[in-house]
């Protein structure tokens, strides 16, 4: 035992604890009772980085918003968002004595592409609007990316066995989530109109919801398809993935079923050895016909008039439909919206974070809905893509594009030249997990919470890792 932990220490600190938690119970002030966790948590910021990551990591799936629960009328996911500030400004202080994590991890493209995000971010927040909504936003962003991409990838780099942890962390609360969602929905019949809110207080809709789901079902099957995996484990995963395959059903969230449809084509491409050039090509000849022929191809959208549904083939089917389906109606309002934002400041855009504030005068009568608002209270712009475009300029979105080209690089290539089977099921899934939110970027987006922000920057941190790591051992042993 060391010298300051002795017997008569642990009994004084105890005994003056339990005098402090008596006063404070007196005072109705019980929060004070979480003041060893605090105290354990401080501690393994500086000596236990991987215990206090880990812990946030685990925290994710099941932390809460506040103003969920008309507890406060801010935004606060409770325990992550202090810990993730906690995360930032250590961060900081060990940005100050010398390299803050592996410096390996600086030179890759995609680390160079988030911070060239994060420098036209902080410009763009000196030109805003709002300073103030956007230096909250940019807050939030960089405490996300510190803890979910550089620690993250810094522990992975240092602890390969990190990796299947970090996904393990978040999907096993994650299934809590699911089942708490399921047992709920189940007393509704699971009715698909129930379905949109049963997952609160942990997920604000069943969009997120669903997003979330699809993002981890890759990683979950990699996992479980790992050969020489004890049998106990093979059989928790195998729970755990059908946990998380229920969960999508049920979710009703069309988006989150398309990105998992397109995924499991884009696997399928990898599998059969079509090449990212091919595949990066066909895109843009796709994008660019759409755009040409957007008037007819609206003429013929419009004649789908089947709503959403809880018949699950109906509600597949309203997915294209932009003729009754209030939500499909309201995206397209929120999309014009933010092109007309765009139009008026095509460089530097409004601010980050600024779109809900701003969007309103832009509004078009002929595409207002019966859930169109003017009170800032109805959500961003529904895009990952559009909503950088108005509020970041030009380059806001050029920096989400350059985003996906190097994560689609560096996983064909990861797929390409790993020789470890279960490296490279793991490389690959972790890929198709992202790319399921790219594509469901299209329709939705949820970086600005903790739920989404853990596996995406997480991802895109593992597959860096796996990409130094690989790039590595192809080295001649006299070259590394």
């Not at 996992?223 to 999508?248: E, F, M, Q």
């Amino acid at each position: 035992m060391r010298p300051w932990l002795t017997d008569k220490t642990v009994l004084t600190g105890t005994l003056l604890f339990s005098i402090l938690l008596g006063v404070a119970a007196y005072n109705d002030f019980l929060l004070i009772a979480l003041l060893p966790l605090v105290m354990l948590l401080a501690w393994w910021s500086i000596k236990r980085l991987d215990l206090y990551i880990g812990f946030v990591l685990l925290s994710v799936p099941l932390s809460i918003n506040l103003q969920e629960l008309g507890v406060t009328s801010l935004g606060l996911y409770m325990p992550t968002e202090p810990l993730l500030l906690g995360a930032l400004i250590l961060f900081l202080f060990r940005f100050f004595y010398g390299w803050p994590v592996d410096k390996r991890l600086f030179s890759h493209p995609i680390t160079i592409t988030i911070g060239c995000m994060m420098v036209w971010m902080a410009i763009t927040t000196v030109t805003s609007y709002d300073p103030l909504v956007s230096l909250k936003f940019m807050t939030s962003r960089a405490w996300f990316i510190v803890s979910f991409f550089f620690f993250l990838g810094h522990l992975m780099l240092q602890k390969p066995e990190y990796r299947e942890r970090m996904v393990m962390l978040l999907l096993f609360p994650l299934c809590i989530v699911v089942v708490y969602t399921v047992i709920r929905h189940a007393g509704y019949d699971f009715s698909k109109h129930a379905g949109h809110w049963m997952m609160k207080p942990f997920f604000k809709d069943h969009t997120s919801y669903g997003a979330v789901l699809a993002m981890m079902f890759p990683p979950a099957i990699a996992l479980l398809s790992k050969k020489d995996r004890p049998a106990l484990s093979k059989l928790v995963l195998a729970v755990a993935t059908a946990i998380i395959a229920i969960g999508l059903v049920l979710s009703f969230t069309r988006a989150a079923w398309v990105s998992l449809a397109g995924a499991g084509a884009l696997f399928i491409a990898m599998k059969i050895g079509v090449k990212l050039k091919t595949l990066a090509s066909i895109s843009v000849l796709i994008v660019l016909a759409a755009l040409v022929n957007f008037d007819s191809l609206m003429i013929d959208l419009q004649r789908n008039k089947q709503d959403s549904s809880d018949n699950l083939t109906e509600h597949v089917q309203s997915i294209s439909n932009v003729s009754s389906d209030d939500s499909n109606l309201e995206r397209l309002n929120r999309w014009s919206c933010a092109v007309s934002l765009f139009k008026e400041r095509p460089i530097v855009g409004w601010g980050p974070g600024t779109y809900q504030f701003v969007y309103a005068p832009f509004q078009k009568s002929e595409l207002k809905t019966e859930i169109s608002t003017n009170n800032a209270d109805g959500g961003n712009a529904h895009s990952e893509y559009l909503g950088p475009l108005a509020e970041q300029g030009v380059l806001g979105v050029l920096w989400v594009l350059l985003l996906i080209l190097w994560a689609s690089v560096v996983g064909f290539r990861l797929w390409n030249n790993l020789k470890n089977k279960d490296e490279r099921n793991l490389a690959a899934s972790i890929y198709l997990g992202l790319m399921t939110y790219f594509i469901h970027g299209v329709l939705n987006n949820y970086l600005d919470t903790d739920k989404a922000s853990a596996p995406f920057w997480g991802f895109l941190a593992l597959l860096v890792v796996l990409d130094i790591e690989s790039r590595r051992n192809s080295l001649p042993k006299s070259a590394t």
